[in-house]
Structures are given as structure tokens and as C-alpha cells.
């Protein structure tokens, strides 16, 4: 739809959906950081993590959501399994540059595996 200047008309759903998905984020950004387990997963290194995840999403093309590599970063804060992370499938970094900080407050390291062309169709046997 187009206004009056020739420019798009942001309909009410659509400026009230974004509201809302920036009031789920907030809500879970709250979440995240109250639920430290204490050790090297302090409230303090869950904001750090989310401020720096901001950052990297202002800057590196991101293919997820704001709130899916903050459940993986939970995952990675709390796993009682030690050993490496392993990313496979790292797009343009986004991914990768929020899963090393994870990474970094728990001493583990993140291995990233890519093909940088995708993958091959499925055949008949896969």
C-alpha cells in the first residue's frame, strides 16, 4: 500500500506485531540473565553476553532470531558436558562470533565447519 509522498503505509498489525516481538525479546533478554547458575554463568556475564550479541547483530548479517543463540548460549553456559562446540553451518559469522563468547566464559573450545556452497540436493538414498 502506498501513501499520499509515493512511500509504503506501515499498517497498525505490523507496527503492533514488532512491538510485541520487542516486548517478548525484552521478557526473555530478562529471563536469560536471572537464570545464571552461578560459577563462571553470573547475571553479569549473561548481560556482557547480550550486549555483545547486540552488537554483532548490528553488524554481521545474522540468519536467526535474537532469541535462538541466547537458548544456545544458555546451553553452552549450563552443559555439564565438557569438550568443544561445534557449529555446523556459520552463513556470513553471525552465529559463530555469539557462540565464541559463550564459549570464552566457559573455557570450551568452538570448532565451525562449512561448505561455503551450500549443501548438495538429497538424493534418492538420503
Do not use: W
Amino acid at each position: 500500500m502506498i501513501d499520499d509522498d509515493g512511500g509504503p503505509v506501515t499498517s497498525a498489525r505490523a507496527v503492533v506485531g514488532n512491538s510485541l516481538q520487542a516486548i517478548r525479546l525484552r521478557i526473555f533478554v530478562h529471563d536469560f540473565i536471572h537464570r545464571a547458575m552461578g560459577g563462571a554463568d553470573t547475571p553479569a556475564t549473561r548481560r556482557e553476553i547480550t550486549r555483545r550479541f547486540r552488537e554483532v547483530h548490528r553488524h554481521v548479517p545474522c540468519a536467526h532470531q535474537d532469541a535462538e543463540l541466547l537458548i544456545v548460549a544458555e546451553a553452552i553456559l549450563t552443559s555439564p558436558v565438557a569438550g568443544p562446540v561445534v557449529e555446523l553451518g556459520c552463513y556470513l559469522g553471525g552465529s559463530t562470533a555469539k557462540l565464541s563468547l559463550a564459549c570464552r566464559h566457559t573455557g570450551r573450545r568452538l570448532i565451525v565447519c562449512d561448505s561455503f556452497e551450500g549443501l548438495p540436493v538429497p538424493g534418492a538414498d538420503d
